[in-house]
């Protein structure tokens, strides 16, 4: 029997353009999974779209003298350029900056809020007093407080990927100017994420199939003990808080950006004219949702989201959560990490300058990091293409048509029963 099947991968971050990691980890995955799901007679859509709220985002405009809106304007349309060049087909590409995605959030943040998962706290954060600025996330480095890595962000460390706050981080500093900052007091909402420790395990535990990182990841972040998490900050770039008070605070880019898969299928459902779609594939129990991402993603989709979509749903309006995630491990250049932030990357505009799309597709296809690390290198591309996709596939099938010509006058022949010949 078809289903309703989404399919959904992490969105893009709008800091910058995409690289060949972004597309062996989180892109040309779920347009396979699609394609086949469609191909076995299920109805299958696939969304995603450019995430562009969040401290790399302002800190890079601000590096560029531009506004955030015109930082993402620009990267929006080269990402969008590059999946398309790529040959990867959505059913709805969109952005976090659009109205429709503002409105969502909003609603599903009151819904929270309605339902008691929601608790306001005051905190201490870091504050510059040579900026005069609270110092949200990403305006602090630091030594991470897991592993030692001396340049950790503020919200998670490229080393070990240890998420963690700001103020946890040993010898903080100043992202504009590198002085130390000072703690000082501030206002946030919380989510309750503490409350769903014990409805996560159970789902968890109960997962058939998954692949064990992201099984194991899932575990490590419940043993160690789940807390509250803010969901506000004070920065001016993203979505509103729809809280008297808060006018000057915006909702934390972890909270809103997974949103986005929801929001997203309501507005495809719009587009479709059919303004109930979505709830084909969020309420139908028998619905399936599989998210595709990197390994570095997985808590925000194992843990947070699903916590989510419990703290919203009602007891007589549950919305699915997560059917899979298969998370991909990490593509390596040349033995490093591809990173926009330290500029170790191949972005897919450059390849496309020099190669057409399809060599690549193969490539990052066959080299896919599905359980463990992988590494790209332009000897290997080479090497693989002309031995494996133009040597044994493309001669294979060169092999087939002459034969086909050849013996059945250009026509495959219609099938007919196997003789004692064809079983020996």
Known sequence: ?????????????????IHLGHLAGHLIPPDIYTRFRRMR???????????????????????????????????????VKAIKDMGIVFDLYSRTSAPHHQRTVHRLFEAINENGQIREYEMDAMYCPHDERFLPDRYVEGVCPQCGFENARGDQCDECGHTHDPIELGYP???????????????????????????????IEDREGWRPNVVSQTMNWLNMGLKDRA???????????????YEDKRIYVWFEAVMGYFSTTVEWAHLQGKDDAWEDFWLDPEAETHYFLGKDNIPFHT???????MAASRHDRRYNIPTN?????????SGSQFSKSRKNALYVHEYLEHFEPAPLRYYLTANMPELKDTDFSLEDFVAKNNDELLGNLGNF???????????????????EELTEEDRD
């Open 1 to 17: 029997m078809a289903k309703n099947v989404l399919v959904c991968t992490a969105w893009p971050y709008a800091s910058g353009p």
């Open 41 to 79: 007679g299920d109805r299958a859509i696939l969304v995603s779209g450019s995430d562009e709220h969040g401290t790399p985002i302002t800190l890079a405009a601000e590096a560029e003298g531009i506004t955030p809106q015109e930082l993402v304007d620009r990267n929006h349309a080269s990402i």
């Open 173 to 203: 500093r100043c992202k504009l100017c590198g002085k130390p900052p000072e703690m000082r007091k501030t206002s946030h909402m919380f989510f309750a994420l503490s409350n769903f420790e014990d409805e996560l395990r159970v789902w």
């Open 231 to 245: 969901v506000t900050r004070d920065i001016n770039w993203g979505i509103t808080v729809p809280v008297d008070g």
């Open 303 to 309: 843990i947070m989201w699903p916590a989510i979509l």
């Open 325 to 333: 995630v298969p998370a991909n491990e990490f593509l390596m250049l």
């Open 397 to 415: 099938i060169n092999r087939v048509l002459t034969f086909t010509y050849k013996n059945f006058g250009g026509t495959i022949p219609a099938p």
